[in-house]
C-alpha cells in the first residue's frame, strides 16, 4: 500500500488528467470552423477558450516551477485580452490544437515526477520569506485551483455540439 | 507545520469551498424567474442545475458515508430525468435554494471532519474484498470527482447574467 500523501497526489493527477481528456474528446469531435462558435450567445468561442486554457496551462510550467515556458505569447491575445479584442496575427486553429497538446503533454509528465513533498513546496509567486508565513501557498493549491478552471470552462465548451461535417 | 497528508486534505477542501462559493456567489445575483433561464439555447436551465447538484451532493452524503441523505426525492426529477421531462410537482425555486445550502452545510462539515485517513477509506459503492484490490476506490477521488463536476455546471451557469429585477 502505497502512503498516504501518495495517494493523494495520485487522485489529484486522475482528476486533472481526466478533465483533459474530457476536453481533448471534445476537441476531436469539433471541427476548426466548429472551434469559431460561441459557448453560449455574445460569449467566448471554442477558439478562445482552447487558447486561453492554453495559455494558463503554459503559465503554470513557470508558476510550478517545472520547466520553461512553452508559448508565452499566447498571454497576451488569450489572457490579457477578451475574446476578439486581439489586433495581431492570430494563431491558426491547428496552431492552437498543436500548442494545447503540447503544453499539457509536457505539464502533465512534469507534475507525474513531482513527490508529494514536492507538491506543497512554494510555488514561484510566493517568496521564501513569505512561504514560511503562507505554507498553504503551494503547488498543490494552485494545481487543484487549475483543474477546477479548466473543468469551469470545459463545461461552458460542452455545450457547443459538433457538427457532422468531416474535418 | 501540519503533516503533508493533512495539508493534501486541507487543500482539497478548499478547492471544494471555493467552487460552492462561487455558486452561492451567482445564487444572490439571480432571482427566481432568473432561474428559469436556459444556460444557451434549448440546454439546461439554472432551476435544474441547481435541483442537479443539490441532489448529487446529497447523494455525496450516502457515498461517502457520512450520514443521512437529507433530500433523496430529489434524485428522480434531477438525476434520472433530464430538464422539463418531469411531470410530477416540482420544488419551487426557494425549495431548491433551501435545500442546497443545507446539503452543502451538512456536508461539508462532515467532510471537514475527516481526517487524511479516513478520506483514503473506501466510498459506499464498492465493498470492502474489492476495496483491498482497487483502493484508489476512495471518499477522496469521489471527493475531487465531485468538485472538478461541480466546477464544470457552474462554469455553464455563469454565462447566465443576472437581470437587474429586485428579488
Redesign the interface.
Known sequence: ?PS??S??????L??WK??ISQIDKGLAGWSDADLQSE???G?NRLYYLLGHLTAVHDHMLSLLRLGDRLYPALDEQFIKQPDRAFTGAEPTAADLRKAWTEVNAKLTAALERLS??E??ERHSAISEEDFVKE??R?R??VF??R???A??????M??VKPTQSVR
Open positions: 500500500m498516504s500523501d495517494q493523494f497526489a495520485a487522485a489529484a486522475v482528476s481526466r478533465v459557448v453560449a450567445p460569449r508529494p513533498e507538491f506543497l505554507p498553504q503551494n498543490l493549491t487543484l485551483g483543474t477546477t478552471h473543468a469551469m470552462h470545459e463545461g461552458q460542452r455545450l
